[in-house]
């Protein structure tokens, strides 16, 4: 494997996620260039702020997208120019796992190996390179080469098949979360209606076959105190839910309980202000049951 010190990384995306997971690479002793979209946030990167994509990418080992949606990845490689055989993409953007594999065949006819290895985990576990990393690939070469930064970044590195399985996965994963916390917010709205204590009716859930990570971690950290701030976006869960249900239907799958989540989670997204927190989708389901 590469020392940090020698690979060169050109960093696209520079969000909520993708902002500390660049300064950790950074703090760890790789040679980045980072850009964003937005000018701002590229230039609070300092001598590491690169002028575009094409300038992020230019003599890069590696290059991570950090982005959106899979739309956007394809738009950021097409924007860092002429790619040399050789290079290295690594997507750890949530992304549809369809469009990956096609993705991974263009670059393949171009010398450029894909390898995609989305995260699970908020804002301070990327900072502190702590991060689930779900890692699919068809060149295991290239994840032997792209190793030292999934190090850097994550505690836990699961590899998940070929290429587009962990967008495949994260999809799956987070389409699972999201049914749990919907049928967690549902249940605490009828225990309060009742006049039971959503205190209470956590404790028993937690101790009982209802539990989940999610009732565990973040309805008694953000959803009893209020706080709904997590640091994921809901825009974007309804986004996972979205990728995690196309690819249902594109297998031929009819899975009911994944259509409901996708309605639930769009309404969701549809009612709430823009930028809310994914917890915050307690707040939406109270809100629809508050007259009665």
Known sequence: MSAPSTLRVGFI???NMGAPMARRLIDQGFTVRAFDANGDVTR???AAAATSAADAAAGADIIVTMLPNGAIVREAIAAAGELPSGTIVLDMSSADAAGTVRLGRELAERGIA???SPVSGGVGLAAEGRLALMVGADDE????RV???LDALGARMIRTGALGTGHAAKA????IAAA???IAAEGLVIAERFGLAPETLLDVVNSSTGRSGVSETIFKTQVLTGAYNQGFALALMAKDVGLAGDLARDLGLTLPQLRATEDGWNAARDALAAGADFTAYHQHIKAANASG
């Open 13 to 15: 995306g520079l969000g």
């Open 44 to 46: 609070s990167f300092g």
């Open 114 to 116: 894909l390898v995609d």
């Open 141 to 144: 070469a290239a994840v032997e």
């Open 147 to 149: 190793r030292p930064l």
């Open 172 to 175: 799956i994963n987070n389409a």
């Open 180 to 182: 749990n916390i919907a």
